[in-house]
């Protein structure tokens, strides 16, 4: 393997590491920073400082742990250089708001699977109604135009694709803890 090739694997490894990751340091940063532009740029320095360091990672630990023992360490030199901040956290608070945001992403990522088998086993119509108004954050009115309905049907639909959605993740999620 040459060292193109074997960069470009540590790159994919980090990347695929800090995406399973991020929301969890976002969590961590915006739990105890009241700045959200402070928190923002926080968490970019913190990846940037991740990728950076990626190196000293012990892959046979979790990846988060030790992205949130640098979170950690980050969010006390913010509050270090900012001192005039009267809000200061513990070194104990940081480490256990760390250790349960840690216990809680798996539960997170199984929610995330489970909801994306759901969203999988819509129909195509039901898709694109969800994509218009959550990922493009369509109104029900242009929703209601570009698929040639009224908005008060659009509102009724999403409400039912909410709650079908909700039961089938629940579902899921209890055909798992039976396992």
């Known amino acids: 393997m040459n060292r193109d090739q074997s960069e470009n694997d540590r790159r ?8 399973a990751a991020e929301p969890s340091v976002s969590a961590y940063v915006f739990a105890v920073i009241s700045s959200f532009h402070d928190a923002e740029d926080l968490v970019q320095q913190i990846a940037q400082e991740t990728a950076r360091r990626f190196d000293e990672y012990d892959a046979k630990r979790p990846f988060l742990g030790w992205a949130l023992w ?24 940081l480490s256990r708001l760390g250790e349960v945001i840690a216990s809680r992403e798996a539960g997170r990522n199984e929610r995330r699977e489970a909801l994306e088998h759901c969203l999988d086993s819509l129909p195509e119509r039901s898709r694109k109604l969800l994509d ?6 369509a109104p029900s009115a242009r ?4 698929l040639g309905s ?3 049907s659009i ?5 039912r694709l909410r709650d079908r959605l909700a ?9 798992e803890e039976a396992r």
């Open 132 to 137: 218009l108004r959550y990922v493009e954050n």
């Open 155 to 159: 509102r009724v639909t999403l409400t």
């Open 167 to 175: 039961a089938c993740v629940h579902r899921r999620l209890g055909m």
């Open 143 to 146: 929703i209601a135009k570009s």
């Open 70 to 93: 640098i979170t950690k360490s980050r969010v006390i030199d913010f509050y270090r250089k900012n001192s005039r901040n009267r809000l200061v956290f513990s070194d104990d608070l």
């Open 12 to 19: 994919e490894a980090f990347t695929q590491h800090w995406m």
């Open 150 to 152: 009224t908005s008060a």
